[in-house]
C-alpha cells in the first residue's frame, strides 16, 4: 500500500507544476492560482506522509490516511463545482469519478484497516457490526426480561 501513496506522491508533484503554469492567474477570485496550488501540495503532503507512515508500518497511518480522504473528496468536489465550461466539467468528472474518489474510498478502507488491526492487537473488543446491533439489543432486551 505505501507503494501507491509514493507513486501518487511522485505523479502529483509534476500536477502541481502544470497547474502552477497553465492555471489563469486570475478567473473569478484573485488568488485562483495560488489556491490551487496551494491546495494541490496539501494534498500532496498528506499523500507523502500516508505512504511514509505506511511503509514504517506506524498505526497512526490511520489519520493521515483519512487527511487524504478527505482532501481527495474536496478535491474531487470542487474540481467539478468550478468547472468553467461543458469540457472542463466532464473532464473534471470523469478524473473524480475514475481516480479521487476511487483514491479516497482506497485511504479510508486502508484507515479502517488498520484501526481494526490495532484494535486486535490491543485485545480490545470490538463491537458487532452496524446491521447487527439491532439483533443484539433484542437478544439482551429478551434476556433480561426472562431472566
Known amino acids: 500500500m505505501a507503494w501507491l501513496y509514493t507513486a501518487a506522491a511522485v505523479v502529483l508533484l509534476p500536477w502541481i507544476i502544470f497547474l502552477a503554469e497553465t492555471l489563469p492567474k486570475r478567473q473569478f477570485d484573485r488568488h485562483y492560482r495560488a ?55 466532464f473532464e473534471a468528472l470523469l478524473l473524480a469519478m475514475c481516480l479521487e474518489i476511487p483514491a479516497a474510498l482506497f485511504s479510508l478502507y486502508l484507515a479502517r484497516s488498520v484501526n481494526h488491526r490495532v484494535l486486535e492487537l490491543a485485545e480490545v473488543d470490538l463491537p458487532p457490526p452496524r446491521h447487527l ?3 443484539v439489543r433484542k437478544k439482551i432486551g429478551r434476556s433480561e426480561k426472562t431472566g
Open 35 to 89: 489556491a490551487w496550488v496551494g491546495f494541490d501540495l496539501i494534498l500532496g503532503w498528506a499523500i507523502i506522509r500516508t505512504a511514509y507512515m505506511a511503509f514504517r508500518v506506524d498505526p497512526r497511518v490511520q489519520f493521515a490516511a483519512t487527511a487524504t480522504a478527505v482532501l481527495l473528496f474536496v478535491d474531487a468536489w470542487f474540481d467539478v463545482t468550478t468547472s468553467a465550461n461543458r469540457a472542463q466539467f
Open 133 to 135: 446491533w439491532w439483533r
